[in-house]
């Protein structure tokens, strides 16, 4: 009796694992196609009002009203429904929740991210899930993303050093240099390089692109320069094709399709 309360006890408990892995899946539905995007389960405010907004049918009915080749398209806003042609749209009213911004989940092609009000209005970066983006964005070559590490990096590092490397320190260890007090200099400047491998490795502000980050970027595309700055929630896994095709519509002067892109959310796999 024992063995089979442990038995289903066990049961239900990898039930339950498994069910928390589990990643919904919605399609958003177009004139143009159709695209499949699974929700991240490490951005739970994001994905819970994804899917409880797009089953109420707020996106539904809906444009991609801002389209701009080998970068975005955006589109959910409410004010956008129904609206007439040469209309500057996307200012429906807004849906704010909390950033929930990881960088294990960034802008490569087919990224489902949020937009947001700019830092100057929004320093905590919350998004406006009202609203919703996918990347196009464009391939990278290594040497360009090999340069924007350094552009990046070298100058965080190089303020690092100054500030424990001082002249004063300098002064210092060029003297017991110069005394051949090996011990002492060998305590103070191994203190300084660990003072400084400790601030970078803590540091935040640097940018830093594993391989698979890179070869994705280098691969399928994306937008580098959004990674930190918007909550990516999700990522389309069937429909690439559409996301092209949508991208590369003619646009008025508002980055708007001349021909409406209709969109419909359902979620199918809860």
């Known amino acids: 009796m024992k063995r089979l309360i442990c038995f289903i006890y066990l049961l239900f408990l990898t039930f339950g694992i498994f069910a928390q892995e589990k990643e919904i899946k919605a399609v958003i539905e177009t004139n143009v196609g159709n695209m499949t995007v699974k929700l991240y389960n490490d951005t739970p405010l994001h994905r819970d009002h994804f899917i409880r907004l797009a089953k109420a049918g707020h996106y539904d009915g809906t444009l991609f009203y ?24 996307g200012y429906g009213k807004p849906i704010t929740i909390d950033a929930e911004i990881k960088p294990e989940h960034y802008h490569k092609k087919g990224a489902l991210a949020a937009p947001r009000q700019p830092d100057r209005v929004n320093f905590f970066k919350e998004s406006d899930i009202s ?36 002249p004063e320190k300098k002064a210092i260890l060029d003297t017991l240099r110069k005394q051949k007090k090996v011990k002492e200099f060998r305590e103070i400047a191994d203190k300084i390089k660990h003072d400084i ?8 502000e640097k940018l830093y692109l594993p391989d698979d980050k890179k070869e994705a970027y280098i691969q399928q595309g994306g937008i ?31 980055d708007r399709p001349l021909n409406d892109v209709k969109i419909k959310v359902s979620i199918i796999n809860e």
């Open 66 to 89: 801002r389209v701009i080749k080998n970068f975005v398209i955006q589109g959910g806003s409410s004010d956008s429904r129904k609206a007439i042609k040469g209309a500057a749209i």
């Open 131 to 166: 609203q919703f983006y996918i990347v196009q964005g464009r391939k990278y070559d290594p040497k360009e993303l090999e340069i924007l590490e350094k552009q990046v990096n070298v100058p965080i590092r190089k303020a690092i050093q100054r500030k424990y490397y001082t």
């Open 197 to 204: 491998a400790f601030e970078w490795n803590a540091n935040t």
């Open 224 to 254: 580098h320069h959004l990674d930190k700055e918007y909550t990516v929630f999700g990522e389309v896994i069937e429909g690439f094709d559409v996301i092209d095709k949508i991208a590369s519509l003619p646009t008025d002067g508002n």
